[in-house]
């Protein structure tokens, strides 16, 4: 029998669905190749920070000012996101990618949805790097349905590579990292940052909570790099890292992964959930979190600086 124009129609349709719907499972499955997503994201790692080294052992060169004279950009940091986000075009042509200087130059950050995303800080420690002091790294983070899966930290300088892959634990240069096992705040070291902002009421509540805080701590650290104190707390390095107001997603999204699968805790400094957007982290081995939480519920914040949510 032949079919009418109708039937043909509607049959063609049903075959171009078909065809479609297994050409999107096949993507998905592809995209959900971790194992091949951690190589691509080391490898577009290893390449900006290649780019990094070289212009870290090269005399200072210039920097640009973003929202503040302190708040820093170099020609190294937009370079080295183009090799990253080259790098990852090249494996994955589809994916959505969000980075520091693409989202600093169109002045908004690009919403994270379901499809798989990469995220990218090209250099963290933008400061250090122009001064010369060596925390500084190349963080690169993958999500699907809005959840971290991936996430590669490099420190070309200190030749410092850590990785995660979620549910398969994390390593520092091929070896297994933990966090530590510390349980008192008298016998931890906690890290921090001052931030970019100088006003006199966001310098209050900052050094309100520092005071606060060091009154039951063993020391205090301050490294110039959000993603690399979280490592810190990765590897047991530091037992605790606390910042409020810090750049973006970008600069936690690696580097929380990593805690939490070296044992870690990746919470708000509220105690709440961690939200990858608000702006705020606390990362810890776990043990001492809460009662670093509870410290800094003690304290005042300032309305200039990224608020807690409702509940938390």
């Known amino acids: 029998d032949q079919l009418g124009p109708s039937r043909v129609s509607t049959a063609h349709c049903r075959l171009l669905r078909r065809t479609r719907t297994a050409a999107s ?3 998905r499955r592809r995209t959900m190749d971790v194992e091949h997503a951690k190589e691509v994201a080391e490898r577009a790692a290893r390449r900006a920070g290649a780019a990094l080294r ?11 000012a973003k929202s503040t004279s302190v708040d820093l950009v170099t020609e190294t940091d937009r370079t080295c ?10 494996a994955y042509p589809t994916h959505q990618f969000i980075g520091e200087e693409e989202s600093s130059l169109q002045g908004f950050v690009n919403q994270l949805t379901d499809a798989p995303t990469w995220i990218c800080d090209p250099l963290d420690g ?12 190349v963080c690169v983070a993958l999500a699907v ?22 549910g398969s634990g994390a390593t520092l240069n091929g070896r297994p990292i933990h966090v530590s096992d510390e349980s008192e705040l008298g016998k931890s070291i906690l890290a921090t940052e001052v931030g970019v902002v ?3 009421e966001t310098m209050d509540a900052i050094y309100g909570r520092l005071r606060k805080l060091t009154e039951n701590l063993r020391g205090l650290r301050c490294c110039g790099s959000c993603a690399l104190n979280m490592c810190g707390v990765a590897m047991g390095r530091l037992d605790a890292f606390f910042e409020i107001g810090f750049g973006g997603p970008w600069d936690v999204a690696a580097a929380g992964l990593i805690v939490e699968e070296a044992g870690g805790m990746v919470q708000d400094p509220s105690g709440g959930p961690f939200d990858l957007f608000a702006r705020r982290v606390l990362a810890s081995n776990g043990k001492i979190g809460p009662a670093i939480a509870e410290t800094i519920q003690q304290c005042s914040t300032c309305p200039h600086e990224p608020q807690a949510k409702a509940g938390d």
């Open 81 to 90: 996101e183009k090799l990253v986000q080259d790098t990852v075009r090249e």
């Open 126 to 137: 933008t400061t250090n790097f122009v001064h010369r002091f060596p925390f500084v790294c």
């Open 25 to 27: 499972t096949n993507d």
């Open 145 to 166: 349905e809005k959840k971290v899966v991936v996430g590669v930290v490099y420190n070309p300088i200190l030749e410092e590579c850590f990785v995660a892959v979620r």
């Open 54 to 64: 070289e212009a870290f052992a090269a005399p200072r060169g210039g920097c640009d």
């Open 198 to 200: 100088r006003d006199a």
